[in-house]
């Protein structure tokens, strides 16, 4: 698995789409997420360390956790279907884990609320990450067999490296050529 620095996270808005984008805590590599307004506002008051009047939905499941005494173990994206991401959380009391299923977006904001690690599975990382090189190039994953990318994962790649390198207005093009390539059979 591939272990998220939280340090890097970024969380864009192009033209009222949001999305989280996930760096490796080592090397280079990235995955972009889109996300929902309301989840795109709770990770953003974590990453700036602002505070609200009242909780929201994810504090008070931390707090809720916290007064059953579970804490939030990790949080790990774990599966990509059908263009959707797919998370889990593992909750620990004592000697005893609970899995849950979690969409990203929320996995993420609890995970910010709770100092939980999130992690990526390599096979998603693999499916959907992108490596780039210090110059921000995108770069070949070693190993990798050398096959033709369809349309929709080339545009997935240009989409990931224009957010990457903040290039938000050709993101926002790019977007819009994956919405109108046709749907898979």
């Not at 593992?90 to 929320?106: N, Y």
């Not at 992108?130 to 545009?155: I, K, M, N, Y």
Request: contains cysteine.
């Amino acid at each position: 698995m591939v272990q998220v620095d939280m340090s890097r996270t970024l969380l864009l808005n192009l033209e009222n789409d949001y999305v989280v984008l996930l760096r490796g805590s080592e090397g280079q590599r990235a995955l972009a997420i889109s996300v929902g307004q309301s989840e795109a506002q709770a990770i953003a008051i974590r990453l700036n360390n602002l505070t609200v009047p009242r909780p929201l939905t994810h504090d008070l499941f931390r707090a809720t956790l916290e007064k059953l005494g579970w804490t939030l173990a990790r949080a790990v994206v774990c599966d990509l279907r059908e263009e959707t991401f797919y998370a889990r959380l593992f909750l620990r009391r004592g000697a005893e884990e609970l899995e849950m299923d979690a969409r990203p977006s929320d996995a993420i904001a609890l995970a910010l609320r709770c100092s939980a690690p999130v992690f990526i599975e390599d096979a998603v990382m693999a499916q959907a990450g992108v490596l780039f090189t210090e110059d921000g190039q995108r770069q070949a994953e070693p190993g990798a067999a050398e096959e033709t990318p369809s349309a929709l994962l080339l545009l997935q790649q240009r989409l990931a490296r224009a957010v990457a390198e903040e290039r938000y207005e050709e993101a926002a093009r790019i977007r819009d050529e994956i919405r109108r390539l046709p749907a898979p059979n």
